[in-house]
Nanobody, 125 residues
Framework: QVQLQESGPDLVKPSQTLSLTCTVSGDSITTINYYWSWIRQPLGKGLECLGTLASDGSIYYNPPLKSRTTISRDTSKNQFSLDLSSVTPEDTAVYYC?????????????????WGQGTQVTVSS
């Protein structure tokens, strides 16, 4: 059973960088042909995929957010991370790390195999 767990601050000030880490257990983030993504859901809105890490280390970003988004991995810790820079209150959302056997589309619908529990991140001064 694959388990994902997000960690990071729940409050970030405007203009700062939101940083989250996903710790994976039960599988390796280098498992061939598997994908690891960061998605978010603002209150009352739909899911949005920020970007995806492939098992070979390739990274795919959602174009509208690409300039502010960095996804990285630490294979020694079986973790992958999200940095979202220059945040505004519009970045307030529940952030999830998820996994899938196919590269997620830029826009939904999405099909993910495993989800983290999600973490509420609020951008406010």
């Amino acid at each position: 059973q694959v388990q994902l767990q997000e960690s990071g601050p729940d409050l970030v000030k405007p203009s700062q960088t939101l940083s989250l880490t996903c710790t994976v257990s039960g599988d390796s983030i280098t498992t061939i042909n598997y994908y690891w993504s960061w998605i978010r859901q603002p209150l009352g809105k739909g899911l949005e995929c920020l970007g995806t890490l492939a098992s070979d280390g390739s990274i795919y970003y959602n174009p509208p957010l690409k300039s502010r988004t960095t996804i990285s991995r630490d294979t020694s810790k079986n973790q992958f991370s999200l940095d979202l820079s220059s945040v505004t209150p519009e970045d307030t959302a529940v952030y999830y790390c998820v996994s899938s056997r196919e590269l997620p589309p830029v826009r939904g619908p999405y099909e993910f195999d495993y989800w983290g529990q999600g973490t509420q991140v609020t951008v406010s001064s």
